[in-house]
Every structure is written in C-alpha cells, then in structure tokens.
C-alpha cells in the first residue's frame, strides 16, 4: 500500500521503503538460490571431493542456506512479535504461513528419502572391483605395447649393426645408403639413417613430415652421458600425426656414429594410455573418499530439501502481507483523512465487494477536498498577491538604499512613508526613525518654514504638477545646497494627493562650479593688473632718485615709498591670483613624507622661535606617491596660518602628527595648533577661494590647498576641538 504523486493509495500495493525493501528480499533470496544450483553444479561437474576449492564452496553453500535461514526466521520473528502487539491481519498471516510450510513438507520428506536411497546405490556401483580391475588390465596392455614397441626398435637396430659389420660397409658410403633403405621397408620404419660422431645426419631415409619430430626428440637426448654410457636410448615421442617410437644405438661408444630408428605406432596411442592412467590414479583417490561423497551427496539433497521448504514459507509470508494489504490500506487513508489529508483516494481494480467500499470511501474523501480546496485557493491567491507586493517593495527598497540621491514618500496627512538612507543622511537621523514624522516638523528646524508651506500648499492645490526648488539647509552646524524635486503621489483609496520628494545634495557642486568661476575672475584680474604694475613702480622708484635730493618735503620722500610698497603688494597678490588661475599639474612620484615635514618643522624653528614646534610620528610610514614641492607648499601654507594666528599669544605651541592608518589605507598629517580656534561657519568656508581670516589676505591659500590634495586622490578638513586651538587633517592614500 502505497500513496501516488496525487495521494492515491493503491490497494493490493506497499509503501516505497516497504516495496523497496521486499525487493531487495527477493533479489537477495533469488541470488542466493541461483549461486547455490551454480556452485553444486561447479562441485559435482568439475572439482574433486578431496578439493580445496570443493572445500571452499561447500561451506560457501552451507552460509548461503544459513543467510536464506535467518531471512526467513527474521520474518517468522517479525510476524510473532506483530502477534504479540495485535497488529491487524497478524493471524491470518500466521495461519497461511503455516499453510504453506505443511503443504511443503510433506512432499519435500518424501523426495528426500528415496533421494538419499538412489544416492547410496548409485555411488556403491560406482566403486565395484570390476572398475579397477578392468582399467588396471587395460593400463597393461598399453604399458606392454610401448615396451614391446621399443624392444623392437633395439631389435632392429642390432640386426642392423650386425650386417653393416658383416657386410663391411663405409660408415655412410653408397652401399650402406642402399641397404638402410631396403631395412627401412623390411622393418616398416618410418626413419632409418645414421649419423657421425659429430651428431650430423647421413643415410637418412624417411618421411619429409618426421623431421619435426626428430628435431625435437634430438634435442631431449643427453649425448653427453650416451657417450660415456653407451647403451640403446628409446622413447616414445607424441607427434601431431601418430606417436613415434624413436631408438638412438651408439656405435663404437659413438666414435664411428650413432644409428637411429624411428617407427609409428599409432596416433594418439600415448594421449589415450595417459587418461588411463590419470583415470586409474582419480579412481583409487575416490574410492578412498567414497563415504565423504556420500555424505556431501547427502548434503546437497539436505539443502535442496531445505531451500525448498524456506521457499514455501517465504512465499508464504508474502502472500499473507498480500492478501492483509487491502484492510490496512482503507486503515492507513482513515487516519490520514483524520489528520486532515483529503487527498487520500484507494486504488483497486477489482470487482468484489473491497471495490465497491473503496468506491464509496473515495466519494467521500472527494467531497471533503472539494470543500476545503476552494477555502485553500483563495488564501493561495491572497498569499500571492502579498508575495510579490513584498518582493516589489525589497525591490523597491533595494534601489533607494543604493542611489545618492535622498528619497522621501509623504502621504496624503503629511507624514513620511519612506525615506532611504541617503536623506536620512542629509538630515542627520535615522531612516527608521523618520517613518510617521510629519515634513514640517522634519523641514521646520532646517529649512526656511515658507518654503515647507509652499511645499505642502503646492500638492494640495496642484498636485499633477511637478515642483523643483534649491534650498539652502543648516544640518548640524554644517550650511548644504539641495536640490528638492518633488512629484505628486495620488492616494490609493482617496482623492487626496502626498508626493514623493527626491533631495540631491548640490553643495560640492556649487563649490566647484564657484571655484571655476573664481579662477576665472583671477586670471583676468591678474592679466588686468599686472601690466601697469611694473611701469608704476619704476615711475616711482625714478622721481624719488630724480627729485629726492632737490625736493627737500618730507611728504614727497613718504608718497613714493608707499606707492612702491603698495605695487609690490599688489604684484604680490597678482601672483597668488596666478598660481591659483593656473595651478601646475601635479607630478606624482613615490616617495617619503616623513622628511619633508621633519624639514619644515625646523624651518618654521628657526624662523619662529617664539613658538614651540613639536613633531612626532606614531608609527613606520610608507612610500606614497606625491609631488614633493606641491606637498612642500601645501604644509609651508598650513604652518604659516598657524604661525600667523600665534604671533601675539604668549607660550604657543604647534604640534604635526604623521600617521599610518593600515586599516583605512591612508597616511594622515594632523596640524593642531592652541589659537584661537575657529567658528562653525569658518568652518564651512575655510577652503572657499577669497575667503580669509587675516587681514590683507587674499583667500586663495587654502583653496590651493584643498586643490593640490584633491589632485594626490587625498582629503583635507579643519575642525576645532573643545579645549580650543584648531586642526588641519591632512589624509593621503597608500596606493
């Protein structure tokens, strides 16, 4: 029983652990029995009783019907102790298990004891006297046909000898060519020749397809030992053809030559009288392991005998959870459908009464899910809808919080929907919270309150059109330029309009697009001045040497002194109007700047030494890339302000501070000095060009500055602590 992708449980089926399960019982019982047929086949067809490997594979075959044994039993364990805890349908199962192995049992007796009576009579006729005997007679036979076969050929061979020393023949001449030819036939020889002491042939007289043969045994005779102890050398030599018997006869101790002989005896005559033998050796080893045979014969009908009646009760389990499976099937989709699965339908395809239930159960069941599925597909819908306004809001929000511009959504009532991180920014707080603020109290503090009530008044009477403003802000001391453009947002359950403002800071901008301008302005100033700067002050400097000694006024001497001191001022300012219209491009190169403020610190030492100058450096300082003579100018300028603002005060003190941020990747200068310090809107504007705090200043030094260190990728800012004096920050990168 087992449910489908649709909930279906099939009837007369089993879940997908209890199929997989039953599978792998099967197979494995299957396999083993297989392996088992094929190992007692492999024993009794090829291997001995007295076998190793025999050995091997009966006691494999003897844990193979152990391992079905405890398949069996482990079932037989199961369904008692399913007895036990009253599982439904455990007693019909036991029942039809014991059917079964009753049915088996008898038959598979019966089997067994005639079995074991064919077995005993079978192996008592294999091993009669009669057996032996007749194979010992006919290994006789064989055995005196080769002896007879080679005293023949020693037979012939002395014959032979005698008449070639009768006859006087030359050892290897015509005559004796002749006459070998003619025993050759008469003795009904396959080879007849002779050879030299030197063991080459002559007189040979054969057939071609023996040489073979000949080769062979040539090489099997030790010559050595046949010289030493002359004697008839035989043996029978199996060809492909027939088997020869081959005879070497030493003349003279071999110093006249050697005679051979060689005759056919047959084919396959030795191949047949080795299996006679072999056969006689397998016979006698078996008589010896006649009882061990029997009872491995007995085994072997044991096991069948067991395998089959483990068959019948395996089987006999199955059927039973087979026929048990329906009930527990309509049990299982009762539960289900009280834990509120609907979805549960059986599944059967017969046609006696368990149908007609199953028909009925599953009318019932779909009446139930139609019910519940049209409850559960409008809270799908509804669920839906809020995950994808969920998942366009992160979207949403998900913009906002990485543009650079600040975003802000207020409703219809004038408070704030949303605002990303960017306006919260701007404004100094928290973007969570802003949420429920109303504009005008966040807009009240910071910006001019007409511009809010326009803001708010413009959406109300207006509220298609679009509204764009710059407006000027004071958040935290600090004076921005924004720019605020909103957009009307209609509301979406009433007439009434909010907007959506989007606020982009504009201050560096400006300071940009103001910096341009002044050095537009400089560089014309400059260009306008200097020309008549030069021949003014050489006018003056040529009346007080022409007329200085005939006019005797004082008057005159003082009017052409302040002129010349005037020009040089002016030639001066000209000057800084020129660097600053034309500031040089910055060369950078790597380099150190640990002695270059260690240089200026002295200078300014010796230059002022009223003021104390401390230096300290806070760690290793590494190699930057910089414009030695644009940093030389940046800190001389820096140092001179400072220098400046101390001039009057009694025990002041400038202190440079190099250090190496590794964390942030940069190198940082501080300049603290113990003046006056500064306010927050000298703060703001300290860096604007013609902005300046001594008198007869031009306002273009710090502005070169933040110039130069703009150009090394690096930051420059001045801030006033609470115990007084005033910091310049210097920061550089380490690239």
């Known amino acids: 029983m087992t449910p489908n992708d649709q909930g279906t449980i099939i009837v007369n089926a089993i879940d997908a652990r209890e199929k997989k399960r039953r599978k792998r019982e099967l197979i494995i019982a299957a396999a083993i029995f297989l392996i088992i047929i094929a190992l007692t086949w492999i024993e009794l067809k090829y291997l001995g009783v007295d076998s190793y490997f025999f050995l091997a594979l009966f006691n494999l ?8 044994l405890f398949i069996v039993l482990r079932n037989g364990i199961k369904l008692i102790l399913e007895r036990r805890r009253k599982v439904l349908g455990s007693h019909l199962r036991t029942r039809l298990v014991l059917v079964f192995m009753c049915l088996s049992l008898i038959p598979t007796a019966l089997m067994f004891v005639i079995s074991t009576q064919f077995v005993q009579t079978s192996v008592d006729y294999w091993f009669k006297n009669q057996v032996e005997t007749s194979m010992e007679t006919a290994l006789d036979i064989g055995q005196s046909f080769y002896a007879d076969s080679l005293n023949d050929l020693q037979h012939f061979s002395k014959n032979i000898l005698g008449q070639i020393r009768k006859r006087q023949f030359a050892w290897g001449g015509k005559g004796m060519d002749s006459f070998l030819e003619e025993k050759r036939t008469e003795y009904n020889l396959t080879v007849v020749g002779v050879m030299t002491p030197k063991r080459t042939e002559q ?13 062979e045994t040539k090489s099997r005779i030790n010559w050595g030992n046949l010289e030493k102890n002359p004697r008839f050398w035989s043996l029978i030599w199996p060809g492909a053809a027939s088997d020869y018997a081959v005879g070497v006869m030493p003349v003279d101790e071999g110093k006249t030559g050697y005679l051979v002989l060689v005759r056919s005896i047959g084919k396959d005559t030795m191949f047949k009288l080795d ?24 085994f072997i009908l044991g096991v069948v005998t067991l395998l089959i009646i483990l068959g019948a009760m395996w089987f006999g389990f199955r059927l039973a959870k087979e026929l048990v499976e329906p009930i527990l099937a ?29 028909g009925s159960f599953n009318r019932m069941a779909e009446d139930l899910e139609q019910t519940r599925n049209s409850i559960t597909d409008a809270n799908t819908q509804l669920e839906k809808q809020n995950l994808e306004k969920e998942q366009r809001n992160r979207y949403i929000e998900a913009v906002l919080d990485n543009t650079a511009a600040g975003v802000v959504s207020v409703d219809s009532l004038g408070q704030i929907s949303t605002i990303n991180k960017a306006a919260a920014s701007m404004f100094g707080v928290s973007a969570q919270s802003l949420i429920g603020w109303n504009v005008r109290t966040l807009l009240r503090s910071r910006v001019e309150g007409e511009l809010v009530g326009e803001l708010v008044s413009h959406f109300q009477t ?32 009433s007439n009434q309009f909010g907007f959506v403002a989007v606020i982009e800071d504009i201050t560096e901008l400006e300071k940009m697009q103001r910096m341009a301008a002044w050095r537009e302005v400089a560089r014309r100033i400059a260009h306008e001045i200097k020309n008549p700067l030069t021949p003014i002050k050489l006018s003056a400097q040529r009346l007080q040497r022409k007329y200085g000694k005939q006019i005797d006024e004082p008057a005159f001497s003082q009017c052409t002194n302040l002129i010349v001191k005037e020009v040089e001022e002016l030639q001066n300012m000209v000057q800084e109007f020129s660097a600053f219209a034309k500031l040089p491009e910055v060369m950078l190169a790597p380099g150190k700047i640990d002695p270059l403020l260690q240089e200026l610190v002295t200078l300014f030492k010796n230059s002022h030494s009223k003021i104390s100058w401390n230096y300290q450096r806070i760690n290793d300082i590494p190699i930057i890339q910089m414009d030695s003579s644009a940093l030389k100018r940046v800190f001389m300028n820096i140092m001179s302000n400072a220098a400046e603002i101390l001039t009057s005060k009694e025990n002041g003190t400038v202190t440079v501070t190099l250090e190496y941020k590794q964390e942030l990747g940069l190198v940082r200068v501080d300049v603290e000095d113990n003046g006056p310090g500064l306010t927050q809107e000298e703060r703001s504007r300290l860096f604007e060009p013609y902005f300046s705090q001594k008198k007869g200043g031009t306002g273009l030094g710090l502005t070169i500055v933040k110039s130069i260190i703009s150009d090394h990728r690096g930051y420059v800012r001045a801030n006033s602590p609470e115990h007084g004096g005033t910091i310049v920050t210097v920061e550089l990168p380490v690239v």
């Open 462 to 493: 207006t509220p298609e059109s679009p509204w764009k403003r710059e407006v000027a802000v004071n958040i935290g001391g600090r004076e921005l330029k924004l720019l605020l453009s909103a957009i009307g947002l209609p509301a979406h359950d």
């Open 330 to 358: 309509l049990g299982k989709a009762t539960e289900r459908i009280s834990k509120g699965d609907l979805s549960v339908r059986l599944e059967d395809t017969s046609n006696d009464e368990l149908g007609v239930l199953v």
């Open 275 to 298: 299996r006679i033998v072999r056969g006689l050796d397998e016979y006698k080893k078996l008589r010896t392991l006649k009882r061990p045979l029997k009872i491995t014969l007995y």
């Open 61 to 68: 075959n003897f844990i193979l019907v152990l391992l079905i």
């Open 203 to 215: 007189n040979w007289h054969g057939e071609k397809d023996i040489e073979k043969v000949w080769d």
